[in-house]
């Protein structure tokens, strides 16, 4: 609905804001008040006045008219709706305070979430590493004890014997590497990442936070690797196991060879 609107009324022509209902403009078609010597000529110069004022009226309405940004909206209230927030503001620089406040989250937001992410992935990878590692140590131990008992004498029938409590102990080994490995990705998601970014919480923060991760997980990743590499405590028990059980002969040779 446009702004204004011409009206006849007795004695003149006048133009109504359709917003307030009242008068903003009048021309008289009243003898001796009007423009014309006849009440038509009056008239019509009454009318021809109101409809030049009616179009000089878009460009005036478009200069005092108020530029909303994109995605906020005048309510009939007096308030402003922003969309990106959902919320109703008195004033636009209370929603363009609001509004750079919500980005700024936003934003945070979403940079704590990869970093959460990376914190998670330096975990599995830790994981992943330990169950190669395991796999091949398994691998190296039951090579070198298959060698050892059919080069002094056994049969593969011990060899078999002995795979299942060899596998059962690598397994445990696991477990326990795959579980300190949770543990302290939990412990780097505590430390690291804040439970609720307020308005105290910014990009600095953040950044330090992430260097301080990236320093203690690269130290994390060696020691976690040395411990790998280390021989694993079920080994010398394994051995002990297998020499007495495989004789004096065989005992001396696993132990010479293996220890």
Known sequence: MKRYRIAKRSGSVVIIDNKTGQTVKSWS???????????????????RHAEDWMRS???VEAKEAEIL??????LDSGNYQSTKTGRNYSTLDELNTAETEFDRVAGLEENVEEFEGRITEAGKL?????????ARQQGQLMSQLQRSILGTGGDQAQVEAIVPQ????????????????????????????????????NQQQLSDAMRKFLTSEETDRAQFQATLDAQPEWWEQALGQFAQGAGAGLGTYLTGRLG
């Open 69 to 74: 940004p994109e995605g906020v909206t005048k």
């Open 126 to 134: 830790r994981e992943e590493l330990a169950a190669n590692k395991s």
């Open 57 to 59: 009226q878009p460009a």
């Open 29 to 47: 078609t009243k003898r001796f008040e009007g423009e014309g010597m006849t009440q038509d000529r009056r008239d019509a110069n009454a009318l």
């Open 166 to 201: 060899i596998q059962e102990s690598g397994q445990r080994s696991l477990v326990d590497y795959i579980t300190g490995s949770k543990a302290k990705t939990q412990e780097q998601l505590a430390q690291f990442i804040p439970g609720q970014i307020g308005a105290e919480y």
